[in-house]
């Protein structure tokens, strides 16, 4: 199932992430507004790190800080939950956010078999079509789509959304 939110908040604690800040989330929660179609209830957000590398593991319980209690929209409440990369094969989520370090292969065959949204600040992976979206805040905000990343998990997205955003 796809992802698309409109945060009301971003709940939790004021942890700063390395790869990922508060105003970040804010733009994907913004940016998921025009995925299709819309998710309801109560679900898993995954914040995947790679397995062994302590540097990543961090960022990635980072960003679920910043997160909180969940990114909420409307009726949709995404509840963060930290797992290795390898962890994703099991499936169970609505989104993945890839922390710094996350492993490629992992990220890209869960992300398809699931049909969900990889979001992540690494533009190279997007590029390199390990995951569907970057997002970058500061100094202004840029989001970067892989089209064909897009299409390989079944990710679709309003034609508005494409007119704001670069698309490779």
Avoid: W
């Amino acid at each position: 199932m796809l992802l698309a939110i409109v945060p009301a908040l971003l709940g939790g604690g004021q942890a700063e992430a390395a790869s990922l800040s508060a105003h970040d989330l804010q733009v994907l929660g913004r940016a998921l507004a025009f995925a299709q179609p819309a998710p309801s209830g109560t679900q898993i957000l995954a914040i995947a790190y790679a397995a062994g590398d302590e540097a990543s593991r961090r960022d990635a319980e980072a960003i679920a800080a910043l997160i909180g209690s969940g990114l909420r929209a409307g009726a949709a409440v995404l509840r963060p939950r930290v797992v290795d990369a390898a962890g994703l094969a099991q499936g169970g989520f609505a989104a993945v956010l890839a922390a710094e370090g996350a492993e490629a292969g992992p990220l890209m065959e869960a992300t398809r078999k699931e049909k969900v949204l990889c979001v992540t600040a690494d533009f190279a992976a997007v590029q390199a079509g390990s995951c569907v979206m970057a997002i970058r805040s500061e100094p202004r905000v840029d989001i970067l789509v892989n089209h064909a990343a897009a299409a390989a998990a079944g990710i679709e997205f309003a034609a508005a959304f494409r007119m704001m955003i670069r698309e490779i």
